[in-house]
């Protein structure tokens, strides 16, 4: 190996390439106060009608919103007991049915959609995310799923105490959202569309067509209800398994095809079935239309025009900067001496430290 | 030999194959039984192969070991336990995330790693095999089967195969294959030359004598003779004693040992021994040079060699950057674990809260009967363990750990392996700036170490050898002294124009030594040049001729002492002082001449001057101190010509003496022109140098003179070691003469001039023998050689009277004293630690600007400890007053001798010396310095808080240094590869220091330290929305992000940036450092300083990074959790917790890369390519996993993720919001300071862009009248803005503004003014300039900005 090196010399001057001596070509800009008042500016001219345009779209949208789980005619026999421990614990809430009345102050038109919205519904929760089986919702697997969808993954007969398999399994299929609407406008029933509520893929790959077994499919108890007639033809099943990103969430329920005029009479026969009182949720029925960003929701519009706004008043700070600087760009006898004293301990001053 | 530490060997005749090895009677002997060596592995028994292994794996073990090493950083430990902790099959349901997300990056780190390392080590297996396939001849004794005559052969054979014992031969040119006992030469003088280049980097050759072996040499030249070989090496069962192997190249101590044949039981009676040395031996590595060919016995193979002794690993050192980001890790697993705590603590609360009876009670909630105790009941805990969402303390434990998984990512994975990348990629770039190349010696800069690099930029002090690193090494004899009368003098020398004109014409240069005026110079040329012409004149030989002639004048040239008129005067005149001195210059040496032979002409032709200095009058002086070399070279020229020195015979080739010996063999020189003589003196004895002796003496016999005179000590050293052993003058005069020469002596090394003293005395017969006799004693002692020979020199050396003294001058190399003057502007202390003597040291500090010419010098020796009643007293004392006359405007240079040094470097002293050293702003030499207390002030230094220390030397003397320093710099100069191999980076001239720290650290140091922070920021940003995400989740530690975004974050969307960003970025034009050299006092001090300071650039850059974290959350959860629109293509109304998530973490993986954009200084097309592609990748990946969710089962959670928001506009609008909002105020924050209080750097950029954009308009050639004026009107304003600002502070560093204000002289009195301008005043009123040297540089400088 030393041979090898000593054989090479001679011609160890390094090659003159650009790279090797860092002399690529580069493009340095320099943060003046100038720049970046034109940066700032650039990007106001473009957040403030951003945020406009959002803030009108959100506007836009008609909602009628009206929560239904503290309505007494809704609760009351929710439980066969007043006592609030069995609240907390039973599991015999056999639900109520009762009648909401809303009136719309806007004509909501075509197509209507039909949320129900819940808050402090836990659904992103670590237990519940992953309590659920990919593989048999898919049908691709129909075994045992013991570790994944526990404590929903069997069903022990009393009788016999034979274990059978859970399918859909998991708590989240197990809690299925069961309240159910029926609608009436100006006295006259208008059918709700169920379909097209789900993403498109999840309804062709992610959900098998097959019939769920062994589910909590006890209306009376909590979440129970009847997934079907298949799994991929349930598009609230499939609906409730894309899990809310927060505790407060909107799901889509369903689609109303024809307006609803202002000021008419829009009763609501909902069957109160699914447990919010355990945990102090609450549930509220909405009527709403959309806007080409969605739902109503005020935070994209207001946030742009928050740092649109923002960036103009930098801008213009900076703006006064650049013509009445603190100092001058490049001008090394305006340092500030606290910098330069660091930068000037030139050999020892008599404090090194 | 019963000694633990020899090890014995026999010759061995005989190959290793057993059928010859029974019939063979030269088997290996049984005296190599010691056991202490079982290591050796191959057939040779006992003793080592010679295969040599550099490389570091083979093919079968390379996973395991690699595997074991990576694993030994704690790091990558971390990972791995993270790694199984989130393994479903052991902790089923534990992990909130999935085990690719940590095994999947950890592989790619390892890969990478292992990747490096297998090209590495690949290297080494090809020249590993390349060297052990080599062969060599080797003698053997073959059976001759038809009459059983043994035949001896030389087979070749592989370097793999050689054996201890082997006899092997080695011809010219090649490169001897192991450590080899030299038994013969094919040389007349049975000499061996080697060049050992490899070894120790000296170029020049080193002479071996043959070992004393009876008969060896004349077995060994006629092979045929086989009965004589054998009894040679193995009929008197003879065999080797020596050293076990060590590294020490310089040192061989064994015997060769034979007995009798009768006895071969080994009684020790009949033992005879021969004392062998390190010039017996030679070395594997070396070169064989000017001999046709050698025998050698083997001594040492493979790893035992003195080469692969010395093959010493690179010297780890860490970095104080890398041991800032140590502890920042470490301070992030505790962040990691409190943050944890803390989570895993509110989920306990709401678990409480959850379950109000139950925490009462105590009782667990666990499995699926106590369903009905969760208020949320739809979170049923799955009570498999450890699943469980107990309210107790196991369920606490659990929940923390899930925690610890879920922020592993806090921790950056990939910050190590890409600070490597990036240092190996530094280290190229360093290595091949051509700037550090340096042409003479054709070498770039070399670095061993590749984990400093910042730690270049965080240099405060730099503590310089002299001889070699601030001088060239290239001795001239300058001046002499001799018999109280001094030589050399300027008024004294030969006019130039006479002298040299004699040598650049075709005079042969002999006819000076005798001659002493110009006129009877050219009458000599005419008469020789047309004799030579007419005569033999064939080509080669004129070229040769014109060579020599050509070297004479170098040497002429370079030894100015020859030049005396004086002293040629002297010289004419046989003045017998100057004959003796003459004579002790020419026989006191270890210098080897060597004829220059014709054939090296050609091939030298185009360096002349590579010895044209250490060669006259067709010889070459080969020695291993410069300083001899100049001696003898320079005794040459005054007629005193060495012709040859070996085997204990000098002989002189001397133009004024009349005794002639026949047996001379240089008689071709004689020109028949000039009477020429030789004269043989015998060298009976060497006491050699050593550094701690500091002197050498030989003893010779000249049988030319008369009787009582022929035992002659010559004695040559140090002025402090020969003067103490000299004896009192007896009479007056020579008194006065001692005194005379003492007065020399400090003249000369005033000027900066090596001194030696030469002192000799006459030795009796009765004496001489009975030192002989302790002499032999002790070279023949195989412990402790060096030093029983020192004490037996110490003996001898004494009542000697001084016969003169010599005076060498060593020049500075190029560009030192605009090197030292660019340093200490940047800030950096730059002290000089040198052996040489007080005076000369300060000389030299002088020439070189280190210390200032008109300051005042505080010198402290040893006698003021001694005298100093308070212990210290006086260092303080000092310090009060340097620190005083600093503040005055005045500065004290230091001055410190090694015997006082001894005392400052104590405990109690060394605070006070410190402060001393800290006050005398003027610049500080060492001097009289062993290595060992350079090494010493080296630890000094560093004990300072913020202190980093380069050392920087060139000798084996400063390794000490070097390997202390926190950062080791060697030349790659005359003296050895010792430095070299010791240093972490060498380069070929002082020059190139500058360079190297003020270019190269200083960058690194700022990239470097912009990897690691902005490593952490990016991984706080992300893992942080986890943190967030944990209060919308009841602290269910729910990852925020799926797990394909969380295996790739690191690796694939923010790292290609920042390698880009600390190879190529430039906050500032690299010339613009040497312009502005306090550039690197910024960098350096920011660098150097405390953790804490870092501890504070940590947390601004984590502020920055949790907005930007937070923000991105806010965007994506705020904007994307309501309900979307109904798209009729996907049919997506609201989108899921993880598809929020992956915008969220597109928003920060946008907004990272949009982070170190911000940083980006310098964007080449690499930084744009680099941002670009990580930030736009994102999106065709991110499309990717969500359709191949079915492929890979870890992809399910983000399901046609990409389908839903990439039609949603809500997406892309929450996506720029984000990063862009996080970007643009990191922009606007980072301007703001720049505003208000900028960095040097940023003002020099900000001068930088006012200048190119100058330029541009210039060439532009459209500079109309008004704009010109314009431009003159501002420029005259900013002018007198800066009279009036603090202009002159920034001093000439700072720029032309100063020039207006020195110009009007008010710049001391403005300057002394206000608080704030203490430290700057000190310092510039410190070097105290003139006003007109003031200007004068300041209109250097404005003139560099505005060409």
């Known amino acids: ?353 | 030999m019963k000694h633990p530490e020899t090890r014995v060997l026999s010759p061995r005749l005989t190959a290793d194959d057993p059928a010859t090895s029974k019939t063979n009677a030269f088997s290996f002997s049984s005296t190599h039984s010691f056991n202490w060596i079982k290591r050796g592995k191959r057939r040779s028994g006992c003793f080592r192969s010679n295969e040599i292994t550099t490389s570091h794996y083979t093919a079968r073990n390379f996973l395991f070991k690699n595997l074991f090493q990576q694993f030994q950083r704690a790091a990558n430990v971390y990972f791995l336990v993270i790694g199984c902790l989130q393994l479903d099959v052991f902790f089923p349901g534990l992990s909130p995330t999935h085990w690719s997300t940590t095994i999947g990056p950890l592989l790619f780190v390892l890969s990478i790693n292992a990747v490096k390392e297998a090209v590495d080590d690949y290297g080494r297996h090809k020249s590993d095999a390349e060297v052990n396939a080599r062969t060599v001849e080797v003698v053997r004794v073959k059976e001759e089967s038809p009459d059983g005559k043994k035949r001896v052969v030389l087979e070749s054979t592989a370097w793999r195969d050689l054996n201890v014992g082997d006899v092997a031969k080695v011809r010219a040119d090649a490169e001897i294959p192991a450590d080899l006992l030299l038994v013969a030469s094919a040389d007349v003088s049975s000499l061996a030359y080697v060049e050992t280049a490899n070894l120790d980097g000296e170029t020049n050759l080193k002479v071996k004598t043959t070992a004393p072996i009876e008969g060896a040499r004349e077995a060994l030249r006629e092979l045929d003779n086989a009965d004589a070989l054998v009894s040679v090496f193995t009929q008197k069962n003879a065999r080797l004693a020596c050293e076990s192997p060590n590294n020490q190249l310089y040192k061989f101590e064994g015997k060769w040992i034979t007995s009798d044949d009768s006895s071969s039981g080994g009684s020790s009676e009949t033992e005879t021994e021969t004392g062998l040395s390190a010039d017996n031996v030679l070395l594997r590595g070396s070169t064989l040079r000017n001999a046709k060919f050698v025998f050698g016995v083997v001594v040492f193979t493979g790893g035992d060699t003195k080469l692969m002794r010395n093959a010493t690993r690179a010297p780890r050192k860490t970095s104080r950057l890398e041991r800032h980001m140590n502890v920042l890790v470490m301070c992030v697993g505790l962040f990691q674990t409190l943050v944890g705590l803390a989570l895993a603590g509110a989920q306990r609360k709401w678990l409480w809260r959850q379950n109000p009876e139950v925490a009462a009670g105590g009782s667990k909630v666990r499995g699926g009967d106590s369903v009905a105790t969760m208020r949320h009941w739809y979170l049923a805990p799955s009570g498999v363990w450890p699943d469980v969402e107990a309210a107790d303390a196991d369920g606490f434990f659990t929940q923390f750990v899930r925690f610890v998984v879920l922020l592993n990512a806090l921790i950056p994975i990939s910050l190590y392996v890409t600070l490597e990348l990036v240092k190996v990629i530094q280290c190229f770039l360093i290595s091949n700036d051509k700037a550090l190349y340096d042409k003479e010696n054709d070498t770039k800069c070399g670095v061993r170490t590749t984990t400093l690099n910042e730690e270049l930029g965080a240099v405060s002090c730099v503590l310089s050898d002299k001889t070699g690193t601030l001088t060239r090494n290239v001795m001239a004899f300058a001046k002499c002294s001799i018999n109280g009368i001094a030589y050399g003098e300027d008024d004294q020398v030969v006019n130039d124009v006479s002298c040299l004109k004699g040598f650049s014409n075709e005079s042969d240069f002999d006819t000076l030594d005798a001659s002493s005026g110009a006129s009877h110079v050219r009458v000599r040329v005419d008469a020789f040049v047309s004799g030579d012409d007419e005569t033999n004149a064939t080509k080669t030989k004129t070229k040769t001729k014109t060579k020599t002639k050509n070297n004479d004048r170098v040497a002429a040239e370079t030894h100015v002492v020859a030049r005396s008129r004086a002293l040629r005067a002297a010289v004419e005149a046989r003045h017998p002082p100057v004959a003796a001195f003459l004579e002790h210059l020419a026989t006191c040496h270890t210098v080897v001449p060597e004829p220059l032979p014709p054939s090296e002409e050609e091939s030298e032709e185009t360096t002349p001057s590579s010895h044209g200095a250490a060669s006259f009058g067709g010889f070459k002086y080969q020695a291993s101190s410069p300083d001899e070399e100049a001696l003898v070279t320079g005794a040459a020229i005054l007629g005193r010509r060495v012709a040859r020195n070996a085997d204990g015979i000098v002989e002189i080739l001397s133009s004024s003496s009349s005794d002639f010996s026949p047996d001379c063999r240089e008689t071709s020189l004689l020109d028949g022109k000039e009477e020429k003589t030789c004269t043989t003196v015998r060298i009976l004895a060497v006491n050699e140098f050593t550094s701690a002796r500091k002197r050498m003496s030989v003893i010779v016999r000249d049988d030319s003179r008369a009787p009582g005179e022929r035992l002659i000590l010559r004695l040559k050293g140090a002025d402090a070691t020969v003067l103490e052993r000299c004896a009192e003058p007896a009479d007056h005069e020579s008194r006065m003469v001692l005194e005379k020469t003492k007065e020399h002596l400090d003249a000369f090394a005033r000027e900066g001039l090596r001194t030696l003293v030469l002192a000799e005395r006459n030795l009796s017969e009765s004496e001489f023998e009975d030192w002989i006799k302790t002499y032999e004693h002790a070279s023949a002692s195989i412990v402790n050689r060096e030093v029983a020979l020192a004490a037996c020199a110490e003996n001898i050396e004494r009542d000697c009277f001084v016969i003169g003294a010599t005076a060498v001058e060593d020049k500075l190399q190029e560009g030192v004293p605009e090197t030292i003057e660019t340093l200490r502007n940047a800030g950096l202390l730059v002290w000089m630690l040198t052996g040489d003597k007080l005076e000369t040291a300060v000389s030299i500090a002088h020439t070189c600007r280190l210390i200032d010419k008109d300051g005042d010098l505080v010198v402290v020796r040893e006698e003021d400890f001694v005298n100093d009643a308070a212990e210290g007293a006086f260092l303080k004392k000092k310090a009060a007053e340097a620190r005083e006359d600093a503040s005055l405007g005045s500065s004290f240079g230091l001055v410190i001798e090694g015997g006082a040094l001894a005392h400052a470097l104590l405990d109690k002293h060394i605070n006070d010396f410190l402060d001393l050293c800290d006050a005398c702003v003027g610049g500080v030499v060492c001097c009289r310095v062993s290595p060992i207390q350079k090494a010493a002030v080296c630890e000094a230094m560093k004990r300072r808080e913020g202190r980093v220390v380069l050392g920087i030397g060139d000798g084996a003397n400063d390794v000490g240094l070097i390997t202390a320093a926190h950062v080791g710099v060697g030349i790659s100069g005359r003296e050895g590869r010792a430095a070299v191999m010791a240093a972490d980076y060498s380069i070929g001239n002082f020059r190139g220091l500058s360079r190297l720290m003020l270019v190269h650290g200083r960058l690194s140091a700022k990239r470097n330290e912009e990897v690691v922070l902005y490593a952490f920021y990016k991984n706080f940003a992300y893992a942080m929305a986890n943190v967030w995400f944990a209060f919308g989740s009841a602290f269910s530690a729910q990852p925020a992000f799926p797990t394909a975004a969380i295996a790739t974050f690191n690796v694939l969307w923010t790292s290609f940036p920042t390698i880009a960003h600390a190879v190529f970025d430039q906050d500032v034009r690299v010339d613009s450092v040497f312009k502005v050299p306090a550039l690197y006092r910024e960098t350096s001090s920011k660098s150097a300083s405390s953790g804490f300071d870092f501890a504070k650039r940590v947390v601004g850059w984590s502020v920055s990074s949790a907005f930007a974290s937070a923000w991105c959350f806010a965007c994506a959860f705020l904007t994307l959790a309501s309900v979307g629109t109904v798209d009729e293509r996907t049919g997506v109304v609201t989108l899921n917790h993880m598809t929020v998530g992956l915008a969220t973490f597109t928003a920060v993986v946008l907004a990272c890369d949009a982070k170190i954009a911000t940083r980006t200084n310098h964007w080449t097309i690499a930084n744009v390519v680099a941002v670009a592609c990580s930030a736009a990748l994102w999106f065709p990946f991110l499309a990717a996993t969500s359709k191949a969710w079915f492929l890979v089962g870890a992809f399910s959670d983000v399901s046609d993720a990409s389908d839903a928001l990439f039609v949603d506009p809500r997406f892309w609008l929450a996506v720029v919001l984000g990063s862009g909002t996080a970007a643009l105020a990191d922009l606007a924050t980072q301007c703001f300071v720049r505003v208000g209080s900028p960095s040097l750097a940023e003002v020099v950029r900000e001068r930088e862009a006012i200048d190119t954009a100058d330029a541009k308009k210039r060439d532009g050639g459209v500079v109309t009248k008004k704009k010109r004026k314009n431009a003159l009107a501002s420029r005259l304003a900013t002018f007198s803005a800066r009279a009036a600002s603090l202009g002159y502070s920034l001093g000439k560093s700072f720029g032309a503004r100063s020039f207006a204000s020195t110009e009007r002289g008010a710049l001391p009195v403005t300057a002394r003014d206000g608080g704030a301008w203490k430290g700057a005043c000190a310092r510039r009123k410190s070097r105290n300039p003139s006003v007109l040297e003031v200007v004068k540089q300041h209109r250097n400088f404005s003139d560099d900005w505005n060409p």
């Open chain 1, 1 to 353: 190996r030393l041979a090898r090196v000593r054989s090479e010399m001679g011609k160890q001057e390094p090659k003159n390439s650009r790279f090797t001596q860092q002399q690529l070509p580069a493009w340095r800009p320099t943060l003046t106060p100038a720049a970046v008042s034109g940066m700032l500016f650039a990007v106001a001219v473009v957040f403030i009608p951003l945020g406009a345009v959002c803030l009108g779209a959100s506007n836009s949208v008609d909602e009628v919103r009206v929560r239904y789980d503290d309505d007494p005619a809704c609760f009351q026999g929710f439980f066969p007991t007043a006592a609030e421990a069995d609240r907390r614990r039973s599991d015999a809430g056999a639900g109520t049915t009762c009648v909401l009345t809303l009136t719309p102050r806007r004509t909501l038109k075509a197509p209507v959609y039909v949320y129900y919205e819940m808050t402090d519904v836990l659904q992103n929760h670590r237990r519940f995310v992953k309590s659920r089986s990919d593989d048999q919702l898919a049908g691709r697997q129909h075994g045992d799923f013991a570790t994944a969808c526990e404590p929903k993954a069997h069903v022990v007969n009393e009788t016999d105490g034979t274990k059978r398999a859970v399918n859909p399994c998991g708590l989240m299929a197990w809690s299925t959202f069961n309240d159910t609407y029926a609608f009436e406008v100006d006295g006259v029933n208008v059918p709700v569309n169920s379909t097209g509520l789900a993403w498109r893929s999840d309804v062709r790959e992610k959900f098998a067509d097959y019939t769920p077994a062994n589910v909590n499919d006890d209306a009376a108890t909590r979440g129970g209800r009847a997934i079907g007639p298949s799994v991929s033809r349930d598009e609230r099943f499939i609906v409730w398994m894309r899990t809310a990103a927060l505790p407060k969430f909107r799901k889509l329920w369903g689609r109303i095809e024809r307006d609803v005029p202002a000021g008419s009479t829009v009763r609501v026969k909902v069957r109160n079935a699914w447990n919010a009182y355990a945990f102090g949720g609450s549930k509220s029925l909405v009527l709403s239309t959309t806007s080409f960003l969605g739902g109503k929701n005020a935070f994209l519009g207001a946030a742009y025009l928050a740092v649109g706004l923002l960036c103009a008043a930098f801008s213009a700070v900076f703006l006064y900067f650049h013509f009445k600087p603190p100092r001058r760009v490049g001008d090394m006898s305006e340092l500030s001496w606290q910098k330069v004293s660091g930068v000037s301990a030139r050999v020892n001053s008599p404090s090194y430290d």
